[in-house]
């Protein structure tokens, strides 16, 4: 069993920055594909950025790339993403998770059924 708790969530002005942690516990963290969704109200939840195991393969949404930025730390347990250049738009609550994989095809970053673990969320808020 894999628990992920994120933190770092709040509001912020428009072309602000945040930065959100995922911190995992439990079963062996290094070997897991991670990824960060987000759902905002009415919306489905989306894909926004994902990081292979060894983290030198990472995966953006078009609507984030170039301003959010994907990390992790496998020493810590703990994945990032740090958010620059916020929109309004970016509003929505924010999801880490966790699936157990090697491959790092936009396949398996981008789709939601196939991570295991999730974490409850983070809201993140952005005026205008």
């Known amino acids: 069993q894999v628990q992920l708790v994120e933190s770092g969530g709040g509001l912020v002005q428009a072309g602000g920055s945040l930065r959100l942690s995922c911190a995992a516990s439990?079963?062996?963290?290094?070997?897991?594909?991670m990824g960060w969704f987000r759902q905002a109200p009415g919306k489905e939840r989306e894909f926004v950025a994902g990081i292979s195991w060894s983290g030198r393969t990472t995966y953006y949404a078009d609507s984030v790339k170039d301003r959010f930025t994907i990390s992790r730390d496998n020493a810590k347990n703990t994945m990032y993403l740090q958010m620059n250049s916020l929109k309004p738009e970016d509003t929505a609550v924010y999801y880490c998770a966790i699936q157990q994989t090697s491959r790092t095809t936009s396949y398996y970053f981008t789709s939601a059924n196939l991570y295991e673990y999730w974490g409850q969320g983070t809201q993140v808020t952005v005026s205008s």
């Open positions: 439990g079963r062996t963290f290094s070997r897991y594909l």
